[in-house]
């Protein structure tokens, strides 16, 4: 079946880059998106990519998309401390009722 | 900016009673989903609503869930009978067309806690 992989963790300094990564196995994956998750709270929507696309920049945020080897990024530029939260990466995947695969989230962990 | 809102944010329930989680979606939106989150794990989608019927559901949405769009804005959410491994976040999202560029939004999660 669908499955979307991510790693679990990432810590960071402040300013630095951060990059999220994520890979999926639907081939016929139309849209794949990043939501970010504050503690306690639900899921923001952060940014997504059509798969005919390999990059979509949205201010500090990067996506790149490597539809060959199903491998989806999201790069933080200038990390700060308040992009401290958990990062999914969901995939549309080839339903016909728009649910969402989700990976498991990673943990952006931001040091001062 | 719009959104969808989901009561209570915390519910306590005893193993072997009925609970029913609320969700109002953002107004013109036409789809409808369940997911939850148990701790540590993964996401799971549950269910999708669509025209007044379940268009998706996934194996853990069993005989035990029920959903319901009662009135023109909410959509519940309907455990029977709970079991300790109901315990979960559950998240509502809604959506405004099919097309996978309008992207689902999420509620802020009901936090259900199975004693």
């Known amino acids: 079946g669908e499955d979307v992989e991510q790693s679990l963790f990432l810590s960071v300094r402040e300013g630095d880059s951060s990059v999220i990564n994520c890979t999926y196995t639907?081939?016929?994956?139309?849209?794949l998106y990043w939501y970010k998750q504050e503690p306690g709270a639900g899921l923001q929507l952060l940014t997504y990519i059509f798969s005919n696309m390999d990059m979509k920049q949205d201010q500090r945020l990067t996506v790149l998309l490597n539809k060959k080897d199903k491998h989806l990024s999201l790069r933080i530029a200038d990390t700060q401390t308040g992009d401290s939260a958990i990062y999914f990466c969901?995939?549309?995947?080839?339903?016909?009722?728009?649910?969402?695969?989700f990976g498991q989230g990673t943990t952006l962990q931001v040091k001062p | 900016e719009p959104e969808v809102t989901q009561t209570p944010s915390h519910q306590v329930t005893q193993m072997g009673q009925e609970v029913i989680l609320r969700c109002v979606p953002i107004s013109n939106h036409l789809y409808f989903y369940w997911y939850r989150q148990i701790l540590g794990q993964k996401v799971e989608f549950l269910v999708s609503f669509y025209n007044n019927e379940i268009s998706e559901k996934s194996e853990i949405f069993d005989d035990q869930f029920s959903v319901e769009r009662p009135d023109g804005s909410n959509f519940t959410l309907k455990i029977r009978s709970t079991k300790l491994e109901d315990s979960a976040m559950y998240f509502c999202?809604?959506?405004?067309?099919?097309?996978?560029?309008?992207?689902?939004?999420f509620g802020d999660g009901t936090r259900l806690s199975i004693l």
């Open positions: 969901a995939d549309y995947g080839s339903s016909n009722t728009g649910k969402l695969i």
């Open positions: 999202a809604s959506k405004m067309g099919l097309y996978s560029n309008q992207p689902q939004h």
């Open positions: 639907d081939s016929s994956s139309t849209y």
